[in-house]
Structure formats: C-alpha cells, structure tokens
C-alpha cells in the first residue's frame, strides 16, 4: 500500500459525459501527478500540482482539467468524454518536486 | 527532448532464469532513472532507482546501473521467480524547468513459468 488512495476504482459512463476523479495523496506529500496509462500509448503524463499550483503540464487535453485543493487532495475532470478516453488514470504524490513519486491503485474508466 | 526506450515483451521465463529487461534514454540534461514494476490490478511501484552516472540502484534481487556513455539503464536479475511476474517500466525524471515530470517506456510484460 502507497499510502495513496483515489476514488472511484471503476467508473461506467457514457459519451458526452463529465466525470470527476478524485485523489489523496500520502500524509505529508505536497506534490500530485496524474497520469493515463492506455493500451495503445502507455503511461502518459499529464498534469503536477505542487501544493495548489500547477508546476508541470503534460498530453493533457484541453477537455480534461484539475486541481489540487488547500487540503492537498487533487482532482481530474474529464468533460466530453469520448471512446478513446477509455483507460486507467493513475495518481501519484511526492513529498517535494524532486522526489520519488508513489501511485495510488488507479481509477479504470470506460466510456461507452 | 527527453524519453525512454524500453525493450518490447512480451518476455517468458522459466523460475530461476536470468533476466535483462534493456531500457536506453535520451534527456537533455542529467536526469535520474528508476524502473517501476505494476503487479496486476495494482498500481506502479518503485523498483529501483538511480540519481548519477555510475550509481547502482538494487531491491529485491533487481539491479541496474546507470550508464552514462551509453545512456542506458538496463535491469537484470540473477534468477526470476514465479511472483516477478509483472509489467516493468523504466523511467526518467526530467529535474529542469518542467517540474518533477516523469517520462515512462512503455512497458515489458515478463511471465515466469514454473
């Protein structure tokens, strides 16, 4: 166990749709990273907050956005969702910007 | 730009074969590098890892040794067991303006059979 935790662990929905995931990080970790992992690109990056500011940006979409809240808690918003948004979506927290990153278990969407 | 080239899986052991997983970078500065290894159904999990040429990053009975000249950081393992089983990533940390960003390969599946 990370000691990272994110909600939903399945997700069902439809397209069109707008789904929000949602990510805690390990007590202490002031850094969150959210990533995609599909079969056909692999793990890909896509956003970091450090302590509720944005430090790096990665494939992400202009559909897709988060944020880290004054708790640390992050979450990633997925609106207009698509067939090819299909995937697990992985959270990941460090304790600064230059430490080694823990992964929580993931959230599978599907999108139908 | 930076990224990760992994070699491609499949791979299928028998228990106690010798493993080699290769895995070359390409960064524009001196990055560190990690392998991360995925159980099914699970999340990625820190292997190893390595900040500067030369260093040898170790757990579980893995190694793999950063090398600079050749920009590679491949993982081996004297004698796999039936629970290695698992999707192996190597990775890179990008330690310049861009934050803490990761850059993943894409991933070996290894099998070990019985």
């Known amino acids: 166990d990370s000691g990272v935790t994110q909600t939903p662990k399945h997700l069902i929905t439809a397209t069109g749709q707008r789904v929000t995931l949602r990510c805690s990080p390990r007590?202490?970790?002031?850094?969150v990273y959210w990533y995609q992992q599909s079969l056909d690109q692999g793990l890909q990056f896509l956003i970091q907050y450090y302590n509720g500011e944005e430090r790096a940006k990665g494939n992400i979409l202009e559909r897709f956005s988060a944020q880290q809240f004054p708790d640390l808690h992050s979450e990633l918003n997925l609106s207009s969702l698509e067939l090819g948004d299909s995937a697990l979506y992985f959270c990941?927290?460090?304790?600064?910007?230059?430490?080694?990153?823990?992964f929580g278990p993931g959230t599978r969407l599907l999108v139908l | 730009g930076n990224s990760v080239t992994q070699m491609e899986g499949p791979v299928t052991l028998s228990e106690e074969a010798f493993l080699t997983i290769n895995c070359t970078y390409t960064?524009?500065?001196?990055?560190?590098l990690f392998w991360y290894v995925q159980y099914p159904g699970e999340g990625l999990q820190l292997l190893l890892k390595a900040t500067k040429a030369d260093d040898k990053g170790s757990n579980k009975g893995f190694e793999a040794t950063y090398r600079k000249e050749t920009t590679s950081f491949h993982l081996e393992k004297g004698s796999v067991q039936v629970s290695d089983s698992a999707v192996y990533f190597c990775?890179?940390?990008?330690?310049?303006?861009?934050?803490?960003?990761?850059?993943f390969g894409t991933g070996t599946s290894l099998t070990v059979i019985p």
């Open positions: 007590s202490g970790d002031l850094s």
């Open positions: 960064a524009t500065g001196y990055p560190s």
């Open positions: 990775a890179l940390r990008d330690s310049g303006n861009t934050g803490n960003q990761f850059y």
């Open positions: 990941a927290s460090s304790t600064g910007q230059m430490e080694t990153q823990y």
